[in-house]
């Protein structure tokens, strides 16, 4: 069982940058698939991001290609959502996640992930 802190989140105006960082404790951090997913007031928790065990493959919302990127540290236990040209559309609350094995087709959905972290707000004003 891994547990997942997020951390980085905070105020910044449109136009600028974030990075999100997600520490995994409790198991070994690289036999886990990554995923960061964000949910707005009202509205479900949707998929940002992931990232295979070793970085080879990624994935990416269509809202967020461009200005997002994931990254992971193994040697760190440590994932990484690097948020530029942030927009006011990107307010949430910003999770990260783990699952054990690749990245599939159903890992653009939160019920892929085994373990979740507790959030990190992310707002973002204009």
């Known amino acids: 069982q891994v547990q997942l802190v997020e951390s980085g989140g905070g105020l910044v105006q449109a136009g600028g940058s974030l990075r999100l960082s997600c520490a995994a404790s409790?198991?070994?951090?690289?036999?886990?698939?990554m995923g960061w997913f964000r949910q707005a007031p009202g509205k479900e928790r949707e998929f940002v991001a992931a990232?295979?065990?070793?970085?080879?493959?990624?994935y990416y919302a269509d809202s967020v290609k461009g200005r997002f990127t994931i990254s992971r540290d193994n040697a760190k236990n440590t994932a990484y959502l690097q948020m530029n040209s942030l927009e006011p559309e990107d307010t949430a609350v910003y999770y990260c996640?783990?699952?054990?094995?690749?990245?599939?087709?159903?890992?653009?959905?939160?019920?892929?992930?085994?373990?979740w972290g507790q959030g990190t707000q992310v707002t973002v004003s204009s």
């Open positions: 996640a783990a699952k054990s094995g690749f990245l599939t087709d159903a890992s653009y959905s939160p019920g892929d992930y085994n373990y």
């Open positions: 409790g198991s070994t951090f690289s036999v886990y698939s």
């Open positions: 990232i295979d065990r070793t970085s080879t493959t990624t």
